[in-house]
């Protein structure tokens, strides 16, 4: 890739912290050394961002389309959304309608390849559930917009990640009480297989270790506490190691992040949301990234919410979504590594002779 990569960033409820943290992420005047960024949102917004809350920002291009974004310039794709009244810390419908129309603009950019990877801010999940948006969050959303019916491997896995650890789940935003029906042999084998894939792929593990997390407390007791371990999830592991994949486990939880046991492994694989995500919010403190993982494109995000509560304040830390904007352009290059050197080489000469048959030789064409 010879230009620059376009990272699309969108700008979340902008009555949240979005705007402030993601304008803080590319203000330096090197970034366009690295990057092309392209933010999605109302241009007035984050004009208003910069100077109320003081963020000296390089010079940027307003463009009204993503077809005049300029390579090696920061540029903001202007969202017409109204008035866009601000109301700090409160979400509103404008604000949430603003959200969805800059991330429905950003996909259609991250489908015609005008946009290399795409970074979310966060939405206010309750606020921008309408008839054109019914997920539970952006996992979902882009898990419907890129997966591929005829193929089962394109399913979006949320996986969240620091320089340290990488933590998967089997379940995402499901009701507590419906998680123990969808711990299931299969679901929790899918998990493992695709986990292994995305280590290999986009984080460049040769040999990836998965660690997997039980369900209950102290993993079931044999039984005890729950079953979902032995007729479950043992099962899962039992049959990934026999096609080759090094997962271990089942780990009760608690144990296994007190005594730092994720140290040793690639990866973690939790069963539900909090089971994985809150020791590893603890651990890794403002520099998680979140990734939905196992799609044909690259999104991620800040590891935080909307963060209503310091919004309009000038107290962000934009540190996770500048890491956010890091981790996407790395899992890019290392997927198209891995890409290349996956591509099978018979194919190749394959092609290469049958594009030579088709070249003229004769002394007229020398």
């Not at 004009?47 to 090696?72: A, C, F, H």
């Not at 209950?216 to 999830?233: A, R």
């Not at 939880?253 to 919010?281: C, I, N, T």
Request: glycine share 10%; hydrophobic share 40%; aromatic share 6%.
């Amino acid at each position: 890739m010879n230009r620059k990569i376009k990272v699309g960033i969108t700008l979340g409820d902008y009555n949240g912290v979005g705007p402030e943290v993601a304008l803080k992420a590319i203000a330096d005047e090197m970034i366009t050394d690295l990057i092309t960024p392209v933010l999605f949102g109302p241009e007035r917004i984050l004009e208003k961002t910069r100077n109320e809350l003081g963020i000296e920002m390089p010079t940027y291009e307003v463009v009204r389309s993503v077809s005049d974004v300029k390579d090696g310039k920061i540029n903001i794709v202007d969202i017409k959304c109204g008035e866009c009244p601000v109301s700090p810390g409160t979400p509103t419908a404008e604000s949430g309608h603003a959200a969805v129309r800059a991330l429905e603009a950003a996909t259609v950019a991250l489908r015609e390849g005008r946009i290399d990877v795409v970074v979310t801010a966060p939405i206010c999940k309750a606020n921008v559930q309408s008839e054109e948006f019914s997920f539970p969050g952006h996992t979902e959303y882009f898990q419907d917009r890129f997966s591929d019916p005829e193929s089962p491997e394109t399913k979006a896995q949320m996986i969240l990640f620091d320089q340290r650890m990488r933590v998967a789940l089997v379940t995402t935003h499901l009701p507590i009480g419906a998680i123990s029906e969808a711990i299931t042999k299969e679901s929790v084998g899918d998990a493992i297989r695709r986990f292994d894939k995305v280590l290999r792929s986009d984080f460049g593990c040769e040999r990836p270790r998965i660690a997997v997390l039980g369900l209950n407390p102290h993993c079931g007791d044999g039984g005890l506490l729950g079953s979902e371990e032995q007729q479950s999830i043992i099962p899962a592991i039992r049959e990934a190691s026999e096609k080759g994949i090094l997962c271990f486990g089942p780990y009760a939880a608690d144990g296994f992040f007190a005594s730092e046991s994720w140290r040793k492994f690639d990866g973690v694989l939790a069963m539900y949301h909090d089971q994985g995500l809150a020791p590893f919010k603890a651990l890794a403190g403002a520099g998680g990234v979140n990734f939905t993982a196992g799609l044909p494109i690259v999104r991620t995000s800040p590891d935080h919410g909307t963060a209503f509560d310091i919004a309009w304040k000038g107290g962000a830390d934009p540190q996770s979504m500048r890491e956010a904007i890091y981790a996407a352009i790395d899992i890019l290059r290392s997927r198209l590594r891995y890409q290349q050197a996956a591509a099978n080489p018979l194919g190749r000469a394959k092609i290469e002779r049958s594009v030579d048959k088709t070249v003229d030789l004769s002394k007229d064409s020398l």
